[in-house]
Structures are given as C-alpha cells and as structure tokens.
C-alpha cells in the first residue's frame, strides 16, 4: 500500500514563527504536492514538485515556500507565519498521471 | 481556468436513503474528473474516478457519470449507511499540465443518521 505520512497531525505557533510541515511517501513517487485545506473551499494547491530539486508554484503560493531535496521528502515553509495561514495542510503524491495519494493532514493553529 | 463547482452541504440523511452529490465542472480540453472521501480525522482518498466521457467510475456502492455534454460528474448511492458520514470532494485533473494537478470542488459534509 501506498503510504503518504505528514510530520504532524497538530500543530501549534505563533505569528511571525517559522514554520516546517515535512511529507514522506515510500512509493517512489516523482510528483509530490501541497494543499491547504479550508472550509467552503476545498482543497487549494500551494506548490507541487515534479522531480528532485524541481518545484511549480500552485495557485496560492504567496507565504509559502518548499523544499525537495530528495524524491521521498516535500517541505512545506512558512517563512514566518501568520494567523490567516491557519489551515489544515494535507500532502499528496503520485507517478505521472496517475491517482494522487494523501497523507493524513497537519492541522496548523497561528496565534 | 478550470473550475468545479458542487452542492453546498450539509447534507443530512437517514440510513438507507438515496445520496446524490451534485458536481458541475469547467475545464479546457479532455480533464479525468474523479470522486474523494475524507472520513472523519483522516486524508482524502479516492473513491472512484472516470477518464473519458460516457465513462462511470464506481466504488462502495457509489456511482457516478462523466457526462461531457452537461460537464457534470453526479455522485450517487442507492442506499447509504452511518459509516458513509464524510465530506466528499469533486475534482477534475488537468492532464496537460504537469503533475497532473488537481482542481477540487468545496467539498460536501455528509452526514448519516441511523
């Protein structure tokens, strides 16, 4: 089975804080993504990486930033959070076209 | 750009009464379009998707319809149980882009009562 695994399931800052939300997947994957999820909104895509070291901003990128030094790791950065960045943050991945697979999610509190 | 648009919930049923989710989309080109579940503390997973028109995805029960000509992909079961309570998100993948990323509808809380 797939197995997609999220640093945290809770998470607890302060504003002005840097922030670092780490997805695993043990599939080999080439393409990892983040979301932010939101009530009435759905899932919104941050970043996704297509390759190591590769990465293309979604459709909210501003605040965030990401890493992806290897192909099984993806950091999520908020450079110094804020109180609107309170979310419920969920990772995906998958191999080219195929299903995205997603981890449990980080609910994320900014103070 | 692509969009998907679904029913606001709450939804609340009783056990063994029809779901129909509704799901209308719009995208450029020849988008898959796929059903997911997010039960209760977890992530999404998938459950079913369609690749081409004329095409049903089907799973647990549930059933629905890649319909080109209304661009909608209705989610439907005959009879649902307590363990059905999620919240079900619509979305469609753009399979021109990299990545094949994912538009997602609001999402829709379903809530079972026995």
């Known amino acids: 089975d797939v197995k997609v695994t999220q640093s945290s399931r809770y998470l607890v800052k302060r504003t002005g804080e840097k922030v670092f939300l780490e997805c695993v997947q043990d599939?080999?994957?080439?393409?990892m993504f983040w979301y932010r999820q939101d009530p009435g909104l759905g899932l919104r895509l941050i970043y996704f990486s297509y390759d190591v070291k590769m990465k293309e901003k979604g459709d909210i990128p501003e605040g965030y930033s990401v890493s992806r030094e290897k192909k099984e790791r993806f950091s999520l950065i908020l450079e110094s959070a804020s109180t609107n960045q309170t979310s419920m943050y969920l990772c995906a991945s998958n191999w080219g076209g195929e299903t995205q697979y997603f981890g449990p999610g980080t609910r994320l509190l900014v103070l | 750009g692509n969009s998907v648009t679904q029913m606001e919930g709450p939804v609340t049923l009783s056990e063994e009464a029809f779901l129909t989710i509704n799901c209308t989309y719009t995208?450029?080109?020849?988008?898959?379009l796929f059903w997911y579940v997010q039960y209760p503390g977890e992530g999404l997973q998938l459950l079913l998707k369609a690749t081409k028109a004329d095409d049903k995805g089907s799973n647990k029960g549930f059933e629905a319809t890649y319909r080109k000509e209304t661009t909608s992909f209705h989610l439907e079961k005959g009879s649902v149980q307590v363990s059905d309570s999620a919240v079900y998100f619509c979305?469609?993948?753009?399979?021109?882009?990299?990545?094949?990323?994912?538009?997602f509808g609001g999402g829709t809380r379903v809530l079972v009562k026995p």
């Open positions: 599939m080999d994957h080439e393409n």
């Open positions: 995208a450029t080109g020849y988008p898959s």
């Open positions: 979305a469609l993948s753009d399979s021109g882009a990299a990545g094949n990323k994912l538009t």
